[in-house]
């Protein structure tokens, strides 16, 4: 298990990295097509984008443990989980360091996230990539057609707009 203060320095690195790569200036925009993934849950499934968007808009939340800002938005995640699931929407953490699945179990349970949360280690952080994520939380709303209608660093301001009626 690796000590907080380094999993907070392998986090900055990683953050760094990607700014240095370019990835901030080719950020997707709204319109853009959302990159596909298939990735694992704490369960052990699988979940594709493309089956999530068959259901309705999903919330991508790139995050990692130790980000106080994902922390203190784990309430209004859970309210809009449970005031939208029923409409479509599904709400997606993404740990995009390549933090351990134990540490993430226990993130998920001490904290009480009721949205589905990614392990897959490694192809977590290939997605991250391919949204050109820089740092935490980076959140990603995916329409039912796959295209981007939200990219920003704080909560969209009005999810209903993109629910079915």
Aim: net charge positive.
């Amino acid at each position: 298990m690796i000590p907080n203060l380094q999993r907070l320095k392998l986090g900055i690195l990683l953050c760094l990295l990607f700014a240095m790569s370019g990835a901030y200036a080719a950020a997707p925009k709204p319109g853009d097509t959302a990159p596909g993934f298939s990735l694992k849950t704490l369960t052990g499934s699988t979940v594709s984008l493309a089956q999530l968007t068959q259901q309705g808009p999903v919330m991508l939340v790139f995050y990692e443990t130790q980000c106080v800002y994902c922390f203190a938005h784990i309430g209004e995640f859970n309210a809009l989980h449970d005031k939208y699931h029923r409409k479509g929407l599904s709400i997606v953490a993404i740990n995009y360091t390549g933090e351990y699945i134990t540490d993430i179990k226990a993130y998920a349970r001490d904290n009480g996230l009721k949205y589905t949360v990614i392990t897959d280690k490694l192809p977590s952080i290939d997605v991250a990539e391919a949204y050109h994520v820089v740092g935490s939380p980076t959140i990603v709303v995916v329409d039912s057609n796959g295209k981007i209608v939200f990219y920003g660093y704080t909560l969209p301001p009005d999810i209903t707009r993109w629910l079915k009626s």
